[in-house]
């Protein structure tokens, strides 16, 4: 079962702070980011497990509410490097340990 | 430095013909992942290994087949490429499944003709 990301894409001036949803009609055990520039390989950013905690390093950071099955994703004081499509993942409670990938949100951060 | 490398990187194949893309890895990750990313989609996943033991989609057609004949390596096998199998290929490897971080290869980008 696919997540649902949203919005599918948005633009930011430098310095500006964005907010990108992940959601799952289905319970959650984790739920992963990774970012992908254009032309290379997804790079991981982090893994929340089931227990409602969040995560971040510099000035991104995620949250995961279990019981709404939903993940965001925040990025504060955007900088050019932070451009990407951002996915996010979700391993599904008493799966088979599969992650599945969102179709991505689209970020383009402009001077 | 420990990496996951994908080659070739650009490979462009005729309609159906055979085409096999090479994957290795140095973290020695029990896991080894082959995902199909068509431009502006999401990865999909096709298979992966843990260890030896061989985990196919359910939706993944027929004409794709994978080997893993050690931890290091890991190939693909495209039996008979059709148009629609244009898109790039990325290998990733973990840990283990699930709630283990995906470390992904460059990826190759295969062009059928």
């Known amino acids: 079962q696919q997540p649902v990301q949203s919005p599918q894409a948005v633009i930011l001036r430098e310095g500006e702070d964005a907010v990108i949803n992940c959601s799952s009609s289905k319970a959650l055990y984790s739920v992963h980011w990774y970012r992908q520039k254009h032309g290379e390989a997804p790079v991981f950013l982090m893994i929340l497990l089931k227990g409602g905690e969040q995560k971040g390093h510099d000035k991104i950071s995620a949250s995961f509410n279990e019981k709404k099955q939903q993940s965001s994703l925040y990025l504060t004081a955007s900088q050019l490097s932070y451009s990407g499509t951002y996915f996010c993942g979700t391993e599904v409670s008493g799966g088979y340990q599969k992650v599945t990938f969102g179709i991505g949100t689209k970020l383009q951060v402009i001077p | 430095d420990a990496m996951v490398i994908q080659n070739p990187r650009y490979q462009v194949t005729q309609f159906g013909k055979p085409v096999t893309l090479s994957c290795s890895q140095t973290l020695n990750h029990n896991v080894m992942y082959w995902y199909q990313q068509k431009s502006s989609q999401a990865p999909k996943l096709l298979f992966h290994y843990y260890d030896k033991d061989f985990n196919n989609e359910a939706d993944t057609p027929d004409n794709f087949q994978s080997r893993r004949p050690n931890t290091s390596f890991c190939f693909l096998d495209i039996r008979s490429p059709g148009l629609g199998d244009a898109a790039m290929y990325l290998c990733?490897?973990?840990?283990?499944?699930?709630?283990?971080?995906?470390?992904f290869g460059p990826g190759t980008r295969l062009t059928v003709t």
């Open positions: 990733a490897t973990s840990r283990g499944r699930g709630s283990y971080e995906q470390y």
